[in-house]
């Protein structure tokens, strides 16, 4: 073989050998991010679940709902931030590192998550029968169509979110921690001969 030919392939063999190495780094990278990402946001919605359970929201929102349907309109004056989910919507804008599934429910908890914290700082900030008010006081069917609304939303909420947790806890199982916790195991594997 000709030495140039040979130098131009060993060129190229190294050339592939370090494009595969940095690839291969790139993609564990990758899929620890992705990992990282999506057991924060799922970390995320469980607390977030918990809290509306703790606060009794939906329950706030049935009782409205049948002091509506009942003749009396009333306001729930519900205090909300201005951002919920971070590390969602953090998860959502590195789109194209976790599976498509995932970034299909976090968009569906955050609209969600959005619609219902749009409501509830409107209802806050605008009393029953005033301008730009959800709530008419002297309509008692729009109210409950109001209050309807609003358990709908937290309902597919927590049906989302546990689609979300569930997604989540099956494409990322929990992993030994640590490499020190690997190497112990391995050994007491080999020591007692269990697999």
């Known amino acids: 073989m000709d030495s140039g030919v040979a130098a131009l392939l060993g060129a190229l063999l190294g050339g592939l050998l370090s494009w595969l190495a940095t690839w291969s780094i790139e993609a564990r990278r990758d899929r620890r991010q992705a990992r990282s990402l999506a057991v924060a946001?799922?970390?995320?919605?469980?607390?977030?679940?918990?809290?509306?359970?703790?606060?009794?929201?939906?329950?706030?929102?049935?009782?409205?709902?049948?002091?509506?349907?009942?003749?009396?309109?009333?306001?729930?004056?519900?205090?909300?931030?201005?951002d919920y989910l971070p590390q969602c919507r953090a998860a959502l804008a590195?789109?194209?590192?976790?599976?498509?599934?995932?970034?299909?429910?976090?968009?569906?908890?955050?609209?969600?998550?959005?619609?219902?914290?749009?409501?509830?700082?409107?209802?806050?900030?605008?009393?029953?029968?005033?301008?730009g008010a959800l709530i008419d006081p002297t309509d008692h069917e729009g109210a409950a169509n109001v209050y309807r609304d609003l358990i709908a939303m937290v309902d597919a909420g927590f049906k989302v979110g546990a689609e979300i947790v569930t997604f989540v806890d099956r494409k990322y199982p929990r992993e030994i921690s640590g490499y020190w916790s690997r190497v112990k195991a391995a050994l007491r594997m080999l020591a007692t001969g269990s697999t």
């Open 94 to 131: 590195h789109a194209g590192l976790i599976s498509r599934d995932l970034s299909v429910y976090l968009s569906r908890m955050i609209t969600l998550v959005d619609g219902l914290t749009s409501d509830l700082k409107r209802m806050a900030e605008h009393p029953p029968g005033s301008p």
């Open 41 to 82: 946001a799922a970390s995320e919605i469980d607390a977030a679940l918990t809290m509306v359970k703790a606060r009794r929201w939906l329950e706030a929102f049935e009782r409205a709902l049948a002091a509506a349907q009942n003749g009396y309109a009333t306001n729930l004056n519900v205090h909300v931030r201005d």
